[in-house]
């Protein structure tokens, strides 16, 4: 009996233990997936946020470093957009090349259309390469175009009707086209019957367009039907010959669309007819009515297909009709953020000062005369009047002493190099767009133009504060200095072109300021409100963050008056009041800075200290600071799969407890063996 009960016991316990250590088994790699997700997630979260403003939607080849290379020696043309996603104007010129791309779709055997996000760091060497120096740039580069080819040519930025003509003048004239590609020039003095004897042998339709001089459709028609390009043949002509008077035609007749026959022969196409709706204009009725005429005779063009066709040309429709839903439902929404907008963060304007300094400036591929003379009235601003950390002006003071030590002027990578330095007590820690006020709902929205705003804000009040420490005579204040900084650094280094010549505008004006303590504040807030004016409602207005005049009522309620119309207008004496307070030290949030970069320096520092007394057999000095970002990135990449050692500590709580779970498991499990080992024995 007792044998029979031992051998239960036995069992019960093997199969306790069976299943445990299954259990325990698969907990245990639960866990470890657990802790490597954690460490991915928070990895991921310091890493740069790849950001698009075209989605797999458009009809366009999302570019990037990583795909760039099919560009390069292309059989076909290509037309590339470069833009950054935190400028207004390439938002807004997102439906512009969307319908660009749409009205191009067909020509895919001649040029293809491209875009590139320059604001993503993977790509800030592929514009620098391409010397992209403002947003958006269309560049167009021809067929079996080599890496830093010089035969590149910029497209005007323009409305899609202008670019796609402008795209049309180029391809007509390139030097480096194929040799299949058909032809885009009018034909003059030519006999109906040299039509087919003019085309290769396998053509099996030939089309003629009337159309005046100035007329695009003949060649967008081309274009359109450029796949069949060994079938089917499309001729223009704009030339009032022969050819007209003997079929009768005059210039009423432009444009139309006629089919030749071998015998000699025409007809004219209906180009009147397009189904669910006609409001498409002249060029798709045409390129309707020819599609027409090539499916009823289905033995013309082998490999005939046009099925997406009609969908496209109906999009482009609904892109427009989208655009204003989407300004629509903007208008009806509010800030949902107001703890956020009663204080100015110091993580907003460093971060912005970090883009600014290592790679706004660094886009321009030559800074001397003019543009090197407003780095440094920029950066002599900068160290005057910014309220920054104490490491943060060093660093600054000492970057403006060394551009000030060459003033030949240097290249855009040279000045990269001393932005990029950064020792103990002087430094600007690295951020990956973090944001903190200047948050957007997307990705696309506030980010960077939002902190170069508080900075230049910043400067204005900081002046007053350095002003009034000095107690220099009124009319002895240089009130011009900071605007005038502001207005030469927003034109020959900010990106983005609309919003710069807009600000050329509105600063005309800038030497007219009088001195007057106060009056670079007011100067300043009224072109930003102006600016907000213009903005509110627009497509790159984040929809959770309308354009307000500023302050809004409840950031300063007395900043408002009521006239006697009962029209509400500023108060300025409380306005500046305000804005004095609103941009002060005191106001500045530094709370929530992070310092694993002062952290990760250190570290990278007594390591290269390391490897430099190693080296020059134990001298230390002139320890190089040269690439010490790259260097901290890769550090950064290296540890980021757990999280850096702020990070670590940070959720030591989380890996606290982990770490005690898999003990116990690891007890448990070890415990069981032994158990079973006692009894099987
Ligand atoms: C010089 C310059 C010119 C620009 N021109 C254009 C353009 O032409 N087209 C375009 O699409 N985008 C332009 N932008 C970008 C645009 O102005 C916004 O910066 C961007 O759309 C982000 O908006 P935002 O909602 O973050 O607020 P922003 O307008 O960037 O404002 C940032 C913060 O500044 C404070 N603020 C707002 N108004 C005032 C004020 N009057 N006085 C003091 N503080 C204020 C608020 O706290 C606000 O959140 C320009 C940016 C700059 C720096």
């Not at 996603?85 to 938002?91: A, D, E, K, L, V």
């Not at 309707?288 to 482009?316: G, S």
């Not at 600007?428 to 709902?441: E, I, K, N, V």
Request: proline letters at 4%; charged letters at 25%.
């Amino acid at each position: 009996m007792s044998y029979l009960n031992r051998r239960v016991s036995n069992n019960r316990i093997k199969l306790k233990c069976f299943l445990s250590t299954n259990y325990s088994q698969i907990f245990l790699r639960f866990i470890f997936g657990c802790i490597l997700l954690i460490g991915i997630i928070q990895s991921a979260a310091i890493q740069p946020q790849k950001i698009s403003l075209y989605n797999e939607n458009d009809k366009l080849y999302i570019l990037s470093n990583k795909n760039f290379s099919i560009v390069y020696e292309s059989p076909t043309a290509w037309l590339i957009e470069f833009y950054a996603s935190w400028c207004g104007h390439c938002i807004h010129y997102t439906q512009t090349y969307r319908e660009i791309a749409i009205d191009t779709y067909g020509w895919s055997s001649i040029v293809r259309i491209g875009a590139v996000n320059c604001y993503s760091p993977e790509n800030e060497q592929l514009c620098t390469d391409h010397k992209i120096n403002a947003y958006p740039t269309l560049r167009l580069f021809p067929p079996d175009t080599t890496f830093k080819s010089d035969k590149t040519v910029d497209i005007p930025v323009s409305d899609a009707k202008d670019v796609e003509r402008s795209l049309i003048n180029k391809l007509e004239t390139l030097e480096d086209r194929q040799k299949y590609w058909p032809s885009l020039t009018s034909v003059s003095r030519i006999e109906l019957s040299e039509f087919y004897t003019r085309a290769s042998a396998n053509t099996k339709l030939v089309v003629l367009v009337f159309e005046q001089k100035d007329d695009y459709i003949g060649r967008q028609l081309i274009l359109d039907f450029s796949r069949y390009y060994d079938q089917l043949v499309i001729y223009r002509t704009t030339n009032m010959g022969k050819l007209w008077k003997k079929l009768h035609l005059s210039m009423q007749d432009a444009p139309s669309l006629y089919v030749v026959y071998r015998n000699l022969t025409i007809e004219r196409l209906d180009d009147t007819v397009f189904p669910l709706d006609k409001d498409v204009g002249k060029r798709n009725l045409f390129n309707y009515a020819l599609r027409t005429y090539i499916r009823k005779h289905p033995t013309l063009i082998q490999n005939y297909n046009d099925d997406d066709l009609e969908e496209i040309i109906l999009r482009k429709k609904a892109l427009k009709n989208k655009n204003e839903v989407v300004t629509a439902t903007k208008q009806q929404k509010s800030i949902n953020n107001e703890s956020d907008i009663k204080k100015v963060y110091m993580l907003d304007m460093e971060s912005g000062l970090d883009f600014m300094l290592r790679r706004e400036i660094c886009k321009i591929n030559e800074i001397n005369n003019d543009a090197y003379n407003a780095l440094v009235k920029w950066l002599t601003v900068l160290v005057k009047y910014f309220p920054g950390r104490e490491p943060v002006m060093t660093y600054l003071t000492r970057l403006l002493d060394e551009v000030k030590s060459q003033p030949n002027g240097f290249t855009g990578n040279e000045f990269r190099r001393m932005a990029n330095r950064k020792t103990e007590d002087a430094y600007l820690p690295t951020y990956f767009q973090q944001w903190r006020h200047c948050a957007g709902s997307a990705n696309q929205y506030r980010g960077y133009p939002c902190a170069v705003w508080l900075i230049f804000h910043s400067l204005t009040v900081g002046q007053v504060r350095f002003e009034e420490k000095k107690s220099v005579p009124s009319d002895k204040l240089d009130m011009i200095e900071v605007p005038l900084a502001i207005k030469n650094f927003i034109k020959y280094f900010f990106g983005c072109r609309e919003c710069s010549d807009h600000f050329m505008k509105e600063t005309v004006n800038v030497e007219d300021i009088q001195p007057n303590k106060y009056e670079a504040v007011l100067y300043l807030w009224n072109i930003h409100n102006r600016v907000n004016e213009r903005l509110h409602g627009e497509i790159s207005e984040d929809p959770l963050h309308p354009k307000l005049q500023f302050p809004p009522i409840p950031l300063c309620k007395q900043c408002h008056k009521l006239d006697k119309d009962d029209v509400t207008s500023f108060n300025k004496d409380r306005t500046i009041e305000f804005l004095l307070e609103f941009y002060s030290k005191d106001n500045i949030d530094s709370s929530n800075l992070t310092d694993f970069q002062q952290q990760s320096i250190r570290k990278l520092r007594s390591r290269q200290k390391w490897k430099q007394i190693n080296e020059n057999d134990g001298n230390i000095n002139n320890i190089p600071d040269e690439n010490s970002d790259n260097e901290l990135s890769k550090y950064i990449k290296k540890s980021s799969l757990f999280g850096t050692t702020t990070m670590l500590l940070k959720h030591f709580k989380i890996y606290f407890i982990v770490t005690c779970f898999v003990f116990v498991i690891f007890l448990r499990y070890r415990f069981c063996k032994v158990k079973k080992k006692r009894y099987t024995l």
